[in-house]
């Protein structure tokens, strides 16, 4: 079936083009992980040096359940934040590049880590103990910053990826004020009106990062919400993991993110038909734990989320149990998600790595007291990518259309000399020509011809 995007007007000496989608080869398929690895550390700048030591054994086991695993986008939650990215960069070369127990060994071209608001003092008396304490390392200080820790940057996280992270596009959602979001769950008389002016939303933050797989696009849209615990009555951190989560689902639903501001002062959503997969530790279950009106849901069920695929522990047999992430002390619960777009992909599989007493790896889960989530997808078409940097040059007496196309559609040219109820003829002389190695496409179209319009139309396969 032919279908037309929206238009990409250019009224050049009578030369009007309409952009769209082309099939050319097959649809890419890739791997997605998020792992909380439990590797933050005191004091601040520990965790880089540990990272130091190629024999330090829970990097070593971490590392050996990416090998194994081996995910093209991994987001790694609890990962201390430097500023150089040294922590980062030991753990590339010191652990993923160096096989592990006969494991082949794994590179991550392409990284990105930032600042979070773990550690990053508020001024102010959070926890509301009459102490705003500022010494770095105690427990109070962390109480009373943005989002808990002794040390700027704690329980950090990072992404590691073999395809390209489009960093100068990348959204995050550090700074957005709790008390900005409309009907938030701020506790009532908890907070001061001064702490509130200044109280941010996201305990560590909301990263946006846009990847480029092979030429299509998805965003990567990670966080770590606070747990819904180490509280009191007011359930502070309750209602804050509730909003946190809350977040991504207005970011991506269509309507109801008109109130967010990014920390680049960009207002708004994601938009419409875009692909996407939201990961990381959310530290809520859909049916147990402490999480506030099973705050989870709100992703699980929303209408752009694909929630409808669980994944399942690979050492154990399926039943009630066999989709948890976690083994807290207290209780076992689901808390490490990945879920994509219902646009944009076909859900493969996926798994939790939790190999069974006795199974190979299974001493290697003892790293972290929560385990690796991965999905697989294939990348599928979008009809709004079709047309991506469309160009057109004056070439002599022709001119010149080249854009960025697009795997899993057809493209083809039609013409009309009236765009207004007029007659569209294919083209086929001259062809469009496609270049699958830059994945372009260009059309050349006489300049000197009598008033034409013309049009890009494509089937999505």
Do not use: C
């Not at 599928?380 to 007496?397: H, M, N, Q």
């Amino acid at each position: 079936m032919a279908l037309l995007s929206r238009f990409f007007l250019f009224p050049l000496a009578g030369l009007l083009v309409a952009g769209l989608p082309e099939r050319t080869h097959a649809s890419p398929r890739i791997r997605v992980a998020t792992y909380n690895v439990l590797l933050a550390q005191n004091p601040q700048g520990q965790l880089a040096s540990t990272l130091q030591n190629p024999n330090a054994l829970n990097p070593r086991k971490i590392a050996e359940i990416i090998q194994r695993t081996a995910p093209d986008v991994l987001l790694l939650n609890e990962f201390d934040y430097d500023a150089a990215g040294i922590a980062a960069e030991r753990f590339q070369n010191n652990f993923l590049a160096v096989g592990q127990n006969g494991q082949p060994p794994i590179l991550y071209p392409y990284r990105f880590i930032a600042p979070t608001n773990t550690g990053e003092h508020s001024g102010f008396d959070l926890n509301n103990d009459g102490i705003i304490d500022n010494t770095i390392g105690d427990r109070g200080y962390g109480d009373d910053a943005f989002g808990f820790g002794e040390f700027p940057g704690k329980y950090g996280m990072v992404v590691f990826s073999k395809f390209p992270i489009l960093a100068d596009q990348a959204r995050t959602f550090r700074l957005f004020r709790w008390k900005d979001m409309p009907g938030a769950l701020i506790p009532p008389g908890f907070y001061s009106p001064e702490a509130l002016e200044v109280f941010r939303l996201s305990s560590k933050s909301h990263w946006d990062l846009p990847i480029d797989v092979n030429g299509r696009l998805f965003h990567f849209l990670t966080h770590h919400p606070t747990p819904p615990i180490f509280d009191g009555t007011e359930d502070r951190n309750g209602r804050r993991n509730h909003d946190e989560i809350r977040l991504w689902a207005d970011y991506v639903t269509p309507g109801a993110s008109g109130y967010l501001v990014d920390d680049n002062g960009k207002p708004g959503g994601l938009g419409t038909g875009k692909r996407f997969v939201i990961a990381g530790d959310h530290n809520a279950d859909p049916t147990r734990g402490d999480s506030v009106n099973h705050a989870i849901n709100q992703l699980l069920l929303n209408p752009e989320v694909n929630g409808g695929f669980i994944p399942r522990r690979t050492g154990t047999p399926v039943g009630s149990t066999s989709d948890l992430t976690a083994d807290f002390a207290s209780q076992d619960l689901r808390v490490d998600y990945v879920l994509p777009s219902r646009v944009g992909f076909e859900i493969l599989g996926g798994a939790v790595y939790w190999p069974a007493p006795g199974e190979v790896g299974a001493s290697l889960i003892t790293a972290s007291d929560h385990r690796m989530v991965y999905m697989d997808f294939e990348i599928t078409p979008l009809l709004g990518e079709a047309v991506r940097d469309l160009t057109i040059r004056r070439e002599s007496d022709h001119y010149r259309l080249a854009w960025k196309t697009q795997s899993g559609t057809t493209y083809g040219i039609e013409k009309s000399a009236n765009l207004l109820g007029g007659t569209w003829i294919p083209v086929s002389d001259p062809a469009i020509v496609l270049d699958l190695q830059s994945n372009t496409a260009t059309f050349s179209v006489n300049g000197t011809s009598p008033l034409e319009f013309y049009r890009v139309t494509a089937t999505l396969d």
